[in-house]
């Protein structure tokens, strides 16, 4: 009796350690995806570098003032044009997206009211799920114009009181810098504000505590106390934001224009890196030209700029943690003798400021008024900017939404009143099929094999490992999606066009997998990490093994954010732009695919298409079209908020 | 309740009728206490008896946090401390916490703060009295090499001297201590107490502690609290060999609690 118990019982234990050596090896085999995407885009981009530096002297690129990849003749290609609009662009939207950002993520965090917080936090995060075209298209079509018949004859005329000759020279370009920057910059706000909010709560109360014991008002806590505590937190999220501006593709594509000129005045047309990429992209030159090559070189110019701000940002971020934070400290004198008698303090403040305490504090504290007034401007302004994009998308499209415009399929490329967008609507569906039935696997596997086996694994070079992987998926996350775009077009478009067959659904799907396959990835980690451990070591404790306790316990307990993660996953794959405009989605098809291996067209691209069309009657179609995937993503989004605070009111029992 | 009486002594603090709220929990129930002026006062009782709550009352520390409420007055010689403005307060009374919480800043810089905040500007001052709270708060020549050093780099128990050193240097009219000793080993408990004895004459000491010992070691008057009550008051040995009530006679003699 007991043995054949005995017996039945170990072996279902080797049966289960079969079992939990499959599911490592396999979940393990998963976590080395990402690895390989690094691996292909590093061969992949430097292969064509290095055919396209076969051509074109590094020198020249280094040196030349002219990008002209389109003469046949006296073709030059100097990166300092694009890099010069780059850094013009992203500066603009620094200026903007640090301070504003950096004031509503310290307002968010110190001042508002809860009430006023709940309502202010998403109405600002938002932000970041509007599809970048969605914005472009609102920089290009409304703000430039109002810029130029508004704002600018104002600034005129105030320039003009100074300089006559100055104000006559300024006029806007209809696609120019300051707009893409303004834009880049306001969406850029979330990104800066919330890690600088969680930079600030994520300092223990002891230390506000502390502070104010001392007889210190708010504000100078946070100037004095607070600010330099989250001082790395700060710092990490400007190199951050950095990184994500100079990748910013579609608004500096649309709003700031095309032109491949060596310009300094953010007034007129100036093209980024990425904006050239995708316009290059576009033109779709043969796989061998040396214009194809041009955009590759670029792209890896990019990268390299992402990679090495990441790559700061997480050093500058070690280094601060540990690094005295310069105080200028007065040398202290060492007294002869240590206990003569010092003047009472309080009749030193008292000579000092006749008045004593009570005016002064009143004084200091009225800074804290000013700082809330200043949050509360910023958080204005970042909701109108909000309500009139969504407004304005609005007034223009609503007329052209019915029932056809979803469901009917352009009668053809030219009859712009007939237009329906089921086409798009058809291609987005299957675009995200094919991307979820790759990365959610891969990405769920993979976070899992991170999160719950590798740091167990406890020797020198597991650790090394891990932590080469969490910087690894922070740069892939970070890697401008336009870059992902340019890795599809070589590997899925070109490479495996056996497989593939070119610019067609399965290579679009599989370049949004890559894309979203860090995010996927980071979102099951920290949803695993959230999960108590107290619920692991129950599962151990009534004997589970560790592939019992990951997929019957663990898995259970974090599916709910893992779920909103991938519902986050989705609604940026559908609003995801340059990559598909990359790899070559259609602006016309006149079919429904029916299967992965046609091409296709999806709703962002349609808008992009549509947004930069002259006709009148096609923006309006844009702007329709725009309502339609804005309605999609907002219901995405309150799907994935539910989720999260389901979760958080069962993470507080 | 019955009120001490010292010749010698004036009364720095009063505390009258004095009722606080966590939302709608009384945690404080009707209060009367004297603080006595350069006397150490120790408030001891059962944990979640309220001494904690009190003992933040003083600095009005609560107001820091929304829905609690104060009735009744804490008299700071004759101002009720509770109708203050509670910076004007916070500049008056000092506060070391439980754990210690330095800045994120140098250790010069630590206790330069709080002098730069009330209006001095001078750095002769400035330095004359960082190096005198540091000596004061026994830790000087620890640290008169490294000032520069994050104040972070410290052992706690050195972090807790110089929170003290922190609170002595802007010379504060009471000094609370909120269980100072709890995180700390017997050595460096050991230099916080003769501290605190060396404090004495000096500043208005009101320290909260769970140790019954260090309670007599230190104080010369002790309150005993019980469920957000003040059981009995008076002179330390009073209190631990000859007290009025039953239940502080069980509590000081460890038969509950
Ligand atoms: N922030 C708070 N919100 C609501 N109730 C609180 C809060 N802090 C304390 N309380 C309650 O007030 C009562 C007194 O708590 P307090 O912290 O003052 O006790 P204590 O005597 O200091 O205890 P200990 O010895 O454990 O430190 C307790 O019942 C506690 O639950
Ligand atoms: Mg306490």
Known sequence: MTTSQDRSSRGSSSGQSLVELTSRFFLGGLAFVPTLIVLALVG??????????????????????????????????????????????????????????????????????SRLRVVVKPVIESLTGIPTIVLGYFAYLTISPVLADRVLPQVRNLIGLFNQEFADSLSLAPFNGLCAGLVIGLISVPVVSSLVENGIRNIPDRLREGSAALGMTKFETLLHVLLPAALPAIVGAVILVTSRIFGETMIAAVAGGAETVLRFNPLESMSTMSAYILNASLATPSLDSIEFRSIFAVGAVLFLTTLVLNTAGNITEAIYRQQVIADQVAKVRVADNPYVALPDIRSLIVAGQQDGFRQSSAVRRSLDWVFQGISLISVFLVA????WMLGDAFLKGYQQLSWAFLTSLPASARDSEQLGIAAPIVGSLWLMAVAFAFAVPVGVGAGMFLEEYLPRLRYGWARKVNAGIEILMANLAAVPSIVYGLLGVELFVRLLAGVTQGRTILSGGLTLAVVILPLLIIATRSALRDVPNSLRRAGYAVGMSSWQVIFFVTLPAAFPSIFSGIILALSTALGETSALVAIGAKAFVSFLPENVLQEFMALPVQIYFWATSPDPVTQKNGAATIVVLAGILLFLNVVALLLRSGRSKLSRL | MEVIQDQDTQVKAQVRNFSFFYGKN????????????????????????????????????????????????????????????????????????????????????????????????????????????????????????????????????????????RALATDPEILLFDEPTSALDPIATASIEELVINLKGKVTILIVTHNMQQAVRISDYTAFMYIGELVEFNRTDVIFNNAAQQRTREYVSGQFG
């Not at chain 1, 109108?384 to 309500?387: E, G, K, N």
């Not at chain 2, 009005?60 to 007055?73: I, K, N, V, W």
């Not at chain 2, 010689?77 to 509670?86: R, T």
């Not at chain 2, 070391?96 to 500007?121: D, M």
Request: proline fraction near 4%; hydrophobic fraction near 45%.
């Open chain 1, 44 to 113: 992949l981009m430097g292969y064509e570098c290095f055919l396209f530096f076969n051509e074109v002297s590094f020198g020249d690129f280094l040196t030349a003032t002219e990008w002209t990849p389109q003469f046949e003749e006296n073709r030059n290609f100097g990166i300092q044009v694009l890099l010069v609009s780059t850094l013009i662009v992203s500066g603009i939207a620094l200026l903007i997206a640090v301070p504003i950002g950096i004031v509503i993520g310290i307002y968010l965090a110190e001042y508002a009211p």
């Open chain 1, 384 to 387: 109108a900017f909000l309500v």
């Open chain 2, 26 to 165: 009384k945690a404080i129930k009707d209060v009367n206490l004297q603080v006595l002026d350069c006397k150490v006062t120790s408030m001891i009782g059962p944990s979640g008896c309220g001494k904690t709550t009190l003992l933040r009352c003083f600095n009005r520390m609560h107001d820091l946090y929304p829905g609690t409420h104060y009735e009744g007055e804490i008299l700071l010689e004759s101002q009720n401390l509770l109708a203050l403005d509670p910076i004007e307060v916070r500049m008056r009374i000092g506060m070391v916490f439980q754990k210690p919480n330095p800045f994120p800043k140098s250790i010069f810089e630590n206790i330069a703060y709080g002098l730069r905040i009330r209006g001095i500007k001078d750095k002769n001052v400035i330095n004359e009295r960082v190096e005198r709270a540091l000596r004061d708060a026994a830790i000087w020549d620890e640290v008169k090499d490294r000032l520069k050093d994050m104040a972070f780099n410290l052992s706690g128990g050195q972090q807790q001297r110089l929170c003290i050193a």
